[in-house]
């Protein structure tokens, strides 16, 4: 099974590396988006897939990275200061949104995120003063390296792919650290853990702060990728969708992230053909993974694995029958 990853990660590093050279603008965007998600998704993950936590709110958290950097950018505030100052906040506030966690599961602690979802969203489109009212926010500069400007649409496509791997290989290093045991050991058996003098509380904490920080990294990024946001764009119906991306990878699996978010920012494109029941055709295939693939597209392998190993466990138990049947009839 590592070794099918580490195919499948080469490959997806292949893809991304080397297709958008001969793209247009339009698909070169689509690639920075499909990447943006994919961090985004990563945090979320983290929350749903190893922690086991359920999270209904991840939109709001990547507007506040997005409307903390384009705020501070349009303020003159550099933008190796705007990010980190967005991913902190995102921190500080997923502690804080992880504490009716500490009370509530399932679908309750869904109910509460999507709760504080909408008090966000809410806030971003009534405090014009700060964020623009539904007018949003404009303009939001690029950042530059050294003196080398990122205005180029490849040139910060790679800039974001950078990000990307340098936040799977913190993510990966967490993931293998007795932190990442913490919390598969939260998500599987939270009162064993408990027994086991492991901190859920604190855990649990940590789950939503480190999802909503790359949340805040992946606004941030977007928000100068398209320079311009406004509410619209961290709805309910984006937390949705970005759940839907973490479900269809697979939660719980690395590369999860990579193959649910291509579901969700690739595939739409794809199926543009379909005009106006191309949401329908959308819905549609996700349903059918869903009743398929309960687990996930990268679930495959193991499935495929596991029937394997009950033909193989049922072909040896029958011919231990017939071999115990012969040495009665002797």
Known sequence: MMRLNWLIGLAVLATFIAVPNFLKNYGIHLFTTWLVFIIATMGLNLTVGYAGQKSLGHAAFFGIGAYTVAILLKAGISFWIALPLG?????????????????????????????????????????????????????IPRPSIVGISLDGNLAYYFFVLVITLILAALLAALLRSP????????????????????????????????????????????????????????????????????????????????????????????????????????????????IWLPDGLLSIPDRLRARRVARESSAARAAAAHSMGRGAKA
């Open 87 to 139: 991913a902190v906040l995102c921190f500080a506030t997923g502690l804080v949104v992880g504490f009716p966690a500490l009370r509530v599961q399932t679908i309750y602690l869904a109910f509460a995120t999507l709760g504080f979802n909408t008090a966000i969203w809410l806030v971003m489109r009534n405090e014009e003063w700060l964020t623009g009212g539904n007018f949003g926010i404009n303009n």
């Open 179 to 290: 932190w990442g045991k913490a919390f598969t050991a939260l998500r599987d058996n939270p009162i064993r853990a408990e027994s086991l003098g492991i901190d859920t509380r604190g855990y649990t904490l940590l789950s939503f702060a480190i999802g909503a920080a790359y949340a805040g990294i992946a606004g941030g990024l977007y928000a100068s990728q398209v320079q311009f946001i406004d509410p619209a764009l961290f709805t309910v119906h984006a937390s949705i969708m970005m759940y839907l991306m973490v479900v269809v990878g697979g939660a719980g699996y690395f590369l999860g992230p990579v193959l649910g978010s291509a579901v969700g920012v690739v595939l739409p494109e794809w199926l543009r053909f379909a005009q106006g029941w191309y949401l329908f055709v959308f819905g549609a295939s996700v349903v059918v993974l869903m």
